[in-house]
């Protein structure tokens, strides 16, 4: 069948592109880094929105699809169901997907106080309809990020607000740690983040004080790193710096990541990783200094009085 066969290819093609740019460590910065054509043998176009500029996920419509939840409210519990359509420009929902990191969305549900963190996989139905049950035992506003490539389109990080009703007990942004522990993994952060710079932080996960260095891919990774800025949940989405299997890169303990912030502030970082056969999410706040100051800068200051 011809449509089958073609998307065959564009999937082949995205294989082969994301191999390409994994092999020369180029899969830096945002997950929508990724080629928005997939298949052309293209080199990759950055998304403009990223690199020195705004971080995704702000906006519930951008490039013509819109993330459009079926209801924006809903009571505190567990495993509640939670619908959505993404809308292409003319309001219709899109049905076809390129996949990235084994899915065809990824979907991150994070309190808007950065707390309560989930990166959950909804199933899709043919008519287009997206369903997720989501654990919101706590109340207050969530905000909601699908990340996904439309057939066609390019990669795209979306953002939606979801009120979950009931007693809200804010909680301010926990103070900066490089290291944190989640079910007797220690995990250290270890980098300096710096504002529009690309700088490399290195995961280090212990168990009971010693090195893992038999970490399980976790959807084609070691790490899945996702940094929310602080004051307003602008979202990055960063891979490590080669993949398993490629035969250079050990299974642990370390997990080395490039990332780029886009300013300077606070941020909270969810880091996922499998290990006997569980994933799980260590949690850290680092803050993004000024650039230095002294010494590194090599772009010369555009000359404003030229003549
Ligand atoms: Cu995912």
């Given at each position: 069948?011809?449509?089958?066969t073609?998307?065959?290819?564009?999937?082949?093609?995205?294989?082969?592109?994301?191999?390409?740019?994994?092999?020369?460590?180029?899969?830096v910065?945002p997950?929508?880094t990724?080629?928005?054509?997939?298949?052309?043998?293209?080199?990759?176009?950055?998304?403009?929105?990223?690199?020195?500029?705004?971080?995704?996920?702000?906006?519930?419509?951008?490039?013509?699809?819109?993330?459009?939840?079926?209801?924006?409210?809903?009571?505190?519990?567990?495993?509640?169901?939670?619908?959505?359509?993404?809308?292409?420009?003319?309001?219709?929902?899109?049905?076809?997907?390129?996949?990235?990191?084994?899915?065809?969305?990824?979907?991150?549900?994070?309190?808007?106080?950065?707390?309560?963190?989930?990166?959950?996989?909804?199933?899709?139905?043919?008519?287009?309809?997206?369903?997720?049950?989501?654990?919101?035992?706590e109340?207050?506003?969530?905000?909601?990020?699908?990340?996904?490539?439309p057939?066609?389109?390019?990669p795209?990080?979306?953002g939606?607000?979801?009120?979950?009703?009931?007693?809200?007990?804010?909680?301010?942004?926990?103070?900066?740690?490089?290291?944190?522990?989640?079910?007797?993994?220690?995990?250290?952060?270890?980098?300096?983040?710096?504002?529009?710079?690309?700088?490399?932080?290195?995961?280090?996960?212990?168990?009971?004080?010693h090195?893992?260095?038999?970490?399980?891919?976790?959807?084609?990774?070691?790490?899945?790193?996702?940094?929310?800025?602080?004051?307003?949940?602008g979202?990055?989405?960063?891979?490590?710096?080669?993949?398993?299997?490629?035969?250079?890169?050990?299974?642990?303990?370390?997990?080395?990541?490039?990332?780029?912030?886009?300013?300077?502030?606070?941020?909270?970082?969810?880091?996922?990783?499998?290990?006997?056969?569980?994933?799980?999410?260590?949690?850290?706040?680092?803050?993004?200094?000024?650039?230095?100051?002294?010494?590194?800068?090599?772009?010369?200051?555009?000359?404003?009085?030229?003549?």
């Open positions: 069948m011809k449509t089958s073609k998307v065959a290819g564009f999937v082949l093609g995205l294989a082969a592109v994301f191999t390409l740019a994994v092999g020369a460590g180029a899969l910065g997950e929508n990724t080629p928005d054509t997939p298949g052309d043998g293209v080199v990759p176009e950055r998304d403009a929105s990223v690199a020195g500029g705004s971080p995704a996920g702000l906006t519930a419509t951008d490039n013509g699809y819109t993330f459009a939840l079926d209801t924006a409210d809903v009571d505190a519990g567990t495993q509640v169901p939670v619908h959505f359509h993404i809308l292409d420009s003319d309001g219709q929902p899109v049905t076809r997907y390129i996949e990235s990191h084994d899915k065809q969305l990824h979907l991150i549900a994070v309190r808007r106080d950065l707390t309560e963190y989930a990166h959950v996989h909804p199933v899709l139905d043919d008519t287009g309809t997206w369903t997720v049950p989501l654990d919101l035992d109340a207050g506003t969530y905000r909601l990020f699908a990340d996904f490539t057939e066609g389109g390019k795209l990080t979306l939606a607000d979801l009120q979950v009703a009931g007693h809200f007990d804010p909680r301010p942004l926990p103070p900066p740690t490089a290291t944190t522990t989640v079910d007797g993994y220690t995990v250290t952060l270890d980098g300096v983040l710096v504002p529009d710079q690309a700088s490399t932080m290195t995961a280090t996960v212990l168990r009971d004080e090195p893992v260095t038999d970490l399980q891919p976790y959807l084609g990774a070691y790490g899945h790193l996702v940094a929310l800025r602080a004051t307003d949940l979202y990055l989405h960063v891979h490590p710096n080669g993949h398993p299997g490629d035969g250079i890169t050990p299974a642990g303990p370390g997990i080395d990541f490039s990332v780029t912030t886009p300013s300077a502030g606070d941020y909270r970082l969810f880091l996922d990783f499998r290990h006997d056969g569980v994933v799980r999410t260590a949690e850290f706040t680092l803050t993004a200094g000024p650039a230095p100051s002294t010494g590194t800068d090599t772009t010369p200051a555009p000359d404003r009085h030229g003549h």
